[in-house]
């Protein structure tokens, strides 16, 4: 007796063909993620972030103990610099009377502080609680 001549099966025809789809779908889809990523303006989050991260540095200095003028002046000096973005940072914001205002206040603060910079750490805490609550004030606000 002899077996019959099966045909050669066509799974795996299928199956390199549904491993082509998925990566030219992966393909396609981080392509598209790319072009619509490219298609946004990263100014705003990127102020926000480096403005967070001077912030963060000033905090950092208080809790390291470095807390005189030249450790501090030059956060601040930043801070208030980039504070001078804000308004083309969120151009659909820059007429709210709210966000005008949050926005003076935050450099009104910076003002103040680099007028009379903190020269301890009792002094900076103050400062950065300030910063904190400006910059609270306006994100529950706007966020």
């Known amino acids: 007796m002899t077996d019959p001549v099966r045909p050669p099966s066509k799974a795996s025809r299928y199956l390199f063909v549904l491993i082509a789809g998925l990566l030219i779908g992966v393909v396609t889809t981080v392509m598209g993620m790319r072009a619509l990523q490219a298609r946004q303006d990263h100014f705003p989050s990127s102020l926000m972030t480096v ?5 963060q540095l000033l ?14 002046t030059p956060r601040l000096q930043t801070l208030r610099s980039l504070s001078n973005d804000l ?28 007028a009379n910079p903190p020269a301890d750490c009792a002094a900076l805490a103050v400062v950065a609680q300030k910063i904190g609550t400006d910059c609270k004030a306006c994100h529950q606000d706007f966020k």
């Open 87 to 114: 308004e083309a940072a969120f151009p659909s914001l820059r007429d709210d009377q709210r966000f005008q205002l949050h926005a003076s206040r935050f450099r009104a603060t910076l003002n103040d502080a680099l």
């Open 59 to 72: 905090s950092d200095s208080q809790k390291q103990n470095r807390c005189t003028i030249n450790d501090t």
């Open 51 to 55: 403005m967070a991260k001077q912030a």
